[in-house]
């Protein structure tokens, strides 16, 4: 039976292989059909949900964690490390809806991606994102998680600089795979520590639980640090989260994959599955919450000025990863999955939902240009107020239960300042979305460029399922408070549950308050942008709008002063020093050469005379120091 977890990996990666092969036949052979590539994209997601469903299934039933090592990775002496693949409740659990999520954004690229001529090409990097994160989340070890930790920030370089032939779109791959790599040094830091401490016998993860205990306290907070770093780059969390909006260069499809379900929900998987560390590390727990308050907060800021829609969307998602480090650093690692879970619908069919949008009105992406969308395409817009209300906490839509239990852990853990910005940032998120609703479904006297059409059912049939998951998803974490089983929580264990001393009457006060600052943002935005006159709107302008020159800032003290420093050493240590050392010490030998060239002149009588000089100067020794 573990056999299937390698499957789950495997397929994705078979089917990636195999489109890249097909594709490579296609442009230098003869051009197939785009079945041909649809078919094994399709396929694999699908199978290793099966496979991903029948391990969760066994798991329930014998509640015994599936374990696989196909075979050894690396060996050094006795010193073993094997390919390990590890299916317990927390790993099945990201699979199951990785897997799901993950087959209908592939679904809904083939029609998104149907007219690119690189279809083949996208889906051989698409499926081979999704393997890399299968590996992620199945991996037995930190080892094997890194391997899949680089395959999606590698995956997210190709996909976001996809149409490489706009300059643009090439600077922001680069960006988002140069920042990735700034946090992956951190991860690489806080690795190699507990690799020195805790490999005696192997480096799986129930290995260096047992052996954590066994570090110093200060050199765990190092490593727990360490290890968010990566965290940071990789779900976009500040500082590291200037990569995210960029990303958005990318064709559609990889932006719900990206933040619905794959690449930005690793690191708030990594911190969950390293609990074993991070519960004996309050400290550094508390200062991720911080970390995640501050940036659901100034993310929220930033959107509400934006008028890309997908970058709104951008700024959404780094602002909900907030909430679940809040969660994860406060220890309620089940609340914090649950908020993934239900955000991998609700964000899926955002952008999923935008890119109909975009795609209905020619591949326009400003808000202020859309407008009157509600009649153009009505499932699109019955879907995306669907999600719009889930992601605002709007009940009994998904993200109200998990993001009210979030607010809950934070007010009953006694950290009220991370509940107070936790709540600002709901409010905002309420009011940026609606804002965003309203302007695209809305808006009144739009000067569309081109005719807009409505898209096709191979686009909208996902978005209805992804629309009945954002309804529904939210009851799996019913709290006990209205009748409910955290489902979640069950499934993970105590150790994903974070005990709250909250009486019901608090509770039910929370509840309230969270629905009445959710309406205030909807209510404002409604005010100001229902039915907006889209003929007299005039570009935003300010700090907001330019992101708090963080770009800039970036810009002028990294890139600017490395690349000044580069040139200083270019031109001083490489030209001035380095070259000139070894030129002078080319010329040096050329002028030897020339010297040992006048000796070697070919005429016997001077060979001669060297040669009786030679004995000469030997019988002189010879006679004087040892005659």
């Excluded at 995306?384 to 607010?407: C, N, R, V, Y």
């Excluded at 009445?516 to 570009?539: N, P, Q, R, V």
């Excluded at 001669?608 to 120091?625: D, H, R």
Aim: include cysteine.
């Amino acid at each position: 039976m573990s056999i299937i977890l390698a499957l789950i990996v495997l397929s994705p990666l078979v089917s990636s292989v195999l489109i890249g092969l097909l594709y490579m036949f296609s442009i230098t052979q003869k051009p197939l059909r785009k079945c041909w590539f649809t078919i094994p994209a399709l396929f694999a997601p699908l199978i290793s949900f099966v496979l991903g469903l029948s391990g969760f299934l066994y798991v329930a039933k014998y509640d015994v964690p599936l374990h696989f090592q196909p075979y050894l990775w690396l060996g050094v002496g006795e010193y073993k490390i094997y390919m390990g693949f590890l299916g317990d409740k927390l790993s099945l659990f990201m699979v199951l809806f990785i897997t799901f999520v993950g087959w209908l954004i592939h679904l809904y690229a083939t029609a998104y991606m149907s007219e690119d001529k690189g279809y083949g090409k996208f889906f051989f990097y698409f499926n081979l994102f999704l393997s890399s994160m299968l590996l992620l989340v199945l991996a037995d070890g930190p080892l094997i998680m890194f391997i899949g930790w680089e395959g999606v920030g590698l995956c997210s370089y190709l996909l976001i600089s996809f149409y490489f032939q706009d300059n643009a779109n090439v600077v922001a791959g680069n960006k988002a795979f140069i920042v990735n790599r700034v946090g992956d040094l951190g991860f690489l830091i806080g690795l190699a520590i507990l690799f020195f401490y805790c490999s005696d016998a192997g480096f799986s993860y129930e290995n260096i639980a047992g052996k954590i205990s066994t570090m110093p306290l200060w050199l765990m907070e190092i490593v727990g640090i360490a290890l968010f770093i990566g965290a940071m780059g990789k779900s976009a969390q500040i500082p590291l989260y200037v990569w995210l909006p960029d990303a958005m260069a990318g064709p559609t499809p990889v932006s719900a994959l990206i933040h619905a379900a794959t690449m930005v929900t690793a690191g708030v998987y990594m911190v969950a599955r390293f609990a074993f560390l991070y519960e004996l590390i309050p400290n550094i727990g508390l200062f991720i919450a911080y970390i995640g308050a501050f940036s659901a907060l100034f993310a929220a800021v930033i959107a509400t000025k934006q008028s890309d829609i997908k970058k709104i969307l951008a700024y959404s998602t780094m602002s909900q990863l907030g909430y679940m480090f809040i969660a994860v650093g406060l220890g309620a690692y089940s609340s914090a999955l649950f908020h993934v879970f239900t955000h991998a619908f609700f964000k899926a069919l955002l952008f999923m939902g935008a890119g109909a949008v975009i795609i209905a009105l020619h591949h326009e992406q400003n808000i202020f240009k859309m407008g009157k969308m509600r009649h153009v395409t009505p499932v699109v817009y019955m879907s995306m107020l669907i999600a719009t209300l889930a992601i605002s906490g709007i009940p009994p839509f998904a993200g109200f239960f998990s993001k009210d239990e979030i607010l809950l852990v934070a007010f009953g853990s006694g950290e009220y300042i991370i509940w107070t910005i936790a709540v600002c940032s709901a409010v905002l998120t309420a009011y940026y979305m609606f804002r965003l609703f309203f302007v695209v479904f809305e808006g009144k006297n739009a000067k569309h460029v081109h005719h807009p059409h409505d898209v096709s059912w191979v686009m909208k049939a996902p978005l209805v399922v992804l629309a009945l998951g954002s309804l529904l998803a939210g009851f799996v974490g019913l709290p006990s408070l209205l009748g409910g089983t955290h489902l979640i929580g069950a499934w993970l264990g105590e150790w994903g549950m974070r005990a709250l001393h909250v009486s019901h009457e608090t509770e039910w006060l929370l509840l309230a308050l969270n629905i009445a600052i959710s309406l205030l943002g909807i209510g404002i935005a409604y005010k100001k942008f229902y039915a907006y006159d889209l003929s007299t709107h005039k570009e935003a302008k300010g700090i907001v709008y330019n992101k708090f020159y963080v770009d800039e800032v970036y810009d002028l003290l990294f890139v600017r002063s490395i690349k000044k420093l580069s040139e200083f050493f270019a031109v001083n240590l490489d030209v001035n020093l380095v070259d000139k050392f070894i030129m002078s010490l080319s010329y040096g030998f050329i002028k030897l050469g020339h010297v040992v060239a006048l000796m070697q002149n070919a005429h016997v009588r001077f060979y001669a005379l060297i040669m009786m000089l030679g004995i000469s100067a030997a019988s002189c020794y010879l006679i004087l120091v040892l005659g």
